[in-house]
Nanobody
């Protein structure tokens, strides 16, 4: 059985930092593109950041310069470092894996809450 297991997240004040982790179990992450999505209350799920198998990255404009997506194939994981957090970053964050060229993710993590509030 394969799954993506997320950890990290929590509550932080504006301007603070958090790091999310996503470990793949039962499948090799290194052949997949990895991504982070988020969904805020009452809003549609949105793509936050992507990292390809050859380490190319792409970010939503709202997080550019503040968030960094990385991968460590030795850990079979991807990460999202979130700095200078804003209240509008509050959401449930999900990681995904997707084979290159596919139109949609093959698997989703369980989701983790990130709350930015003073």
């Amino acid at each position: 059985q394969t799954r993506l297991v997320q950890s990290g997240g929590g509550s932080v004040q504006p301007g603070g930092s958090l790091r999310l982790s996503c470990v793949a179990e039962g499948v090799m992450f290194d052949i997949h593109d990895g991504a982070w999505y988020r969904q805020a209350p009452g809003k549609q799920r949105e793509l936050v950041a992507v990292i390809t198998t050859d380490y190319k990255t792409n970010y939503d404009d709202s997080v550019k310069g503040r968030f960094t997506i990385t991968r460590d194939n030795a850990d079979n994981a991807i990460y999202l470092q979130m700095n200078r957090l804003k209240p509008e970053d509050t959401a449930v964050y999900f990681c995904t894996r997707q084979l290159p060229g596919e139109k949609s993710p093959r698997a989703w993590g369980q989701g983790t809450q990130v709350t930015v509030s003073s």
